[in-house]
């Protein structure tokens, strides 16, 4: 299995901030990365796919890179609605797998 | 708009069986496999496995064989989970995802998630 691992686990930052979640995978997986965003008892919400694409909806300033091992998803400035749990997914293999989540509070 | 609407909150005896279903509205059923995804309390995200909405043949994760069926109804564009032999372990919410497959495959399109809560 593909492992997949997010740091930091958790971040602390204020409104305004830029801030970057990285997600290394165990093994390569081209672009087959994506991220979701989940609020405490909502289900997670698709915020990039294929590591760089954003979907539709989804504000700009959030935007995603990497490719092979290492990935990142970057929030350019954040706003009060993104604090929130960030997780990365591979779809490269099965079975599909997770990070264990970066929970993102406010400082 | 697509829309995937899951049943309600379950309350199980250990030993007991549950039916978590997944009603899909806005789009072709047959397009677009199902994925299931738990979450165990506090917990993250583990893909439980998916099923091709158009054969009905499923394909289950590691842990998830033997007491998951993936089943479907597709005369009403409704994805099944069946869990048999409840245990306490199996408490967490059951999320169905719909799979988009283009040249990249992720999950766009959640389900609100269905609590199953297991306890004596």
């Known amino acids: 299995d593909i492992q997949m691992t997010q740091s930091p686990s958790s971040l602390s930052a204020s409104v305004g901030d830029r801030v970057t979640i990285t997600c290394r995978a165990s093994?390569?997986?081209?672009?087959?990365l994506n991220w979701y965003q989940q609020k405490p008892g909502k289900a997670p919400k698709l915020l990039i796919y294929?590591?760089?694409s954003l979907q539709s909806g989804v504000p700009s300033r959030f935007s995603g890179s990497g490719s092979g091992t290492d990935f990142t998803l970057t929030i350019s400035s954040l706003q009060p609605e993104d604090f929130a749990t960030y997780y990365c997914?591979?779809?490269?293999?099965?079975?599909?797998?997770f990070g264990q989540g970066t929970r993102l509070e406010i400082k | 708009q697509v829309q995937l609407v899951q049943s309600g909150s379950e309350l199980k005896k250990p030993g007991a069986s549950v039916e978590v279903s997944c009603k899909t509205s806005?789009?072709?059923?047959?397009?677009?496999?199902m994925n299931w995804v738990r979450q165990a309390p506090g917990q993250g995200l583990e893909w439980m496995g998916w099923?091709?909405?158009?054969?009905?043949?499923?394909t289950y994760a590691q842990g998830f064989t033997g007491r998951f069926v993936f089943s479907l109804d597709t005369s009403v564009s409704t994805a099944y989970l069946q869990i048999s032999s409840l245990k306490a372990e199996d408490t967490a919410v059951y999320y169905c995802?719909?799979?988009?497959?283009?040249?990249?495959?992720?999950?766009?399109?959640w389900g609100q998630g269905t609590l199953v809560t297991v306890s004596s």
């Open positions: 995802a719909r799979r988009y497959c283009g040249g990249n495959c992720y999950t766009d399109y």
């Open positions: 093994q390569s997986i081209s672009s087959s």
């Open positions: 806005g789009y072709t059923f047959t397009s677009y496999a």
């Open positions: 099923i091709n909405t158009n054969t009905g043949n499923p």
């Open positions: 997914q591979q779809s490269y293999s099965a079975p599909i797998t």
């Open positions: 294929a590591a760089s």
